[in-house]
């Protein structure tokens, strides 16, 4: 077995099948919009939909950064500490180390990101729900409307048989009417799919941001009690260091509950890569096959 399928072999499944990249990309879909034939209206909301969905994908990516730097951190204070012998003061060096760690600037501390993309992406939602049940209700009534028509025409040719020249005038003038009427719908139709397409994929991204903004806040309060915790052992020099508590003990007993935590807003982030591209890619087909 070569070296990448051993690599790849450890890997977990999400990270296999995980994309970094947007896909479909920007320019891409730019040039879709571009062909596509959309109201001014439409066409701004779903310029919006890509846009906000990209933003997404790189708020993705900067949390994968984020969560490779507290890694790297963390795990290099709890192996120095791991590595000590017990009821002794902690040298130079072990200060230096849990110094460097309680001024650590902590990224999850800057979660309105999050919530800033979230919002985005609900009143992206909104809009798009908005303008896509208002295009269905433009539809019913034009349904309406074709269908009276037809009826009345129905009407007029059935009652007036006298003045044929007249009924041949009448159905000239309806049909004629009766089709820009059906060119209308069938735009309306595809404003629709466009739109409902649009909603759906926003609202699944949404949610997801949801999830991320919860596991991004409870790191934050994890690490927030960390770096507390041996910043208050700092100020207390006299201490030793004690295998089953103090600082060594608090790191202890955090180290599987932060290192899961940190798995766990891994993994959801190459899922949200994953739901992000899906959802680009059925807006993208909509427009594309509807061109």
Not at 32 to 48: E, I, Y
Not at 55 to 81: G, M, N, Q, W
Not at 188 to 199: D, E, G, I, S, Y
Request: hydrophobic residues 40%.
């Amino acid at each position: 077995m070569s070296r990448d399928s051993t690599t790849s072999a450890r890997l977990p499944s999400y990270r296999l099948f995980a994309e970094h990249l947007l896909d479909p990309d920007q320019p891409t879909v730019t040039r879709a919009l571009s062909a596509a034939q959309c109201r001014p209206k439409v066409h701004s909301l779903l310029s919006d939909y890509f846009a906000h969905t990209a933003s997404a994908s790189l708020l993705c990516s900067h949390l994968l950064r984020d969560i490779d730097r507290v890694r790297v951190k963390y795990t290099s204070l709890k192996t120095i500490l791991h590595c000590l012998p017990s009821n002794q003061i902690p040298s130079p060096v072990v200060i230096t180390h849990l110094t460097e760690f309680s001024n650590f600037s902590n990224p999850f501390a800057a979660s309105g990101l999050v919530r800033a993309t979230q919002c985005q992406c609900s009143d992206l939602q909104k809009r798009l729900e908005s303008s896509r049940d208002k295009a269905r209700a433009e539809l019913r009534l034009a349904a309406k409307i074709k269908c009276g028509s037809a009826c009345l025409v129905a009407a007029i040719t059935a009652s007036v048989v006298v003045l044929i020249m007249s009924h041949g005038f009448a159905l000239i003038v309806a049909v004629p009417g009766l089709a820009s009427m059906n060119l209308g719908s069938e735009r309306k139709l595809v404003a629709v799919a466009r739109l409902n397409a649009a909603a759906k994929g926003t609202y699944i991204v949404n949610k997801d941001l949801e999830t991320t903004g919860r596991l991004v806040a409870r790191l934050n309060d994890e690490l927030e009690y960390m770096r507390t915790t041996v910043r208050f052992w700092l100020e207390r020099k006299e201490d030793k260091v004690q295998a089953d508590g103090g600082v060594v003990g608090v790191l202890k007993k955090n180290h599987c509950s932060f290192s899961d935590q940190l798995d766990e807003l891994e993994e959801h982030l190459y899922l949200c890569f994953m739901t992000i591209n899906r959802a680009r890619d059925l807006v993208l087909s909509q427009i594309s096959n509807l061109t």
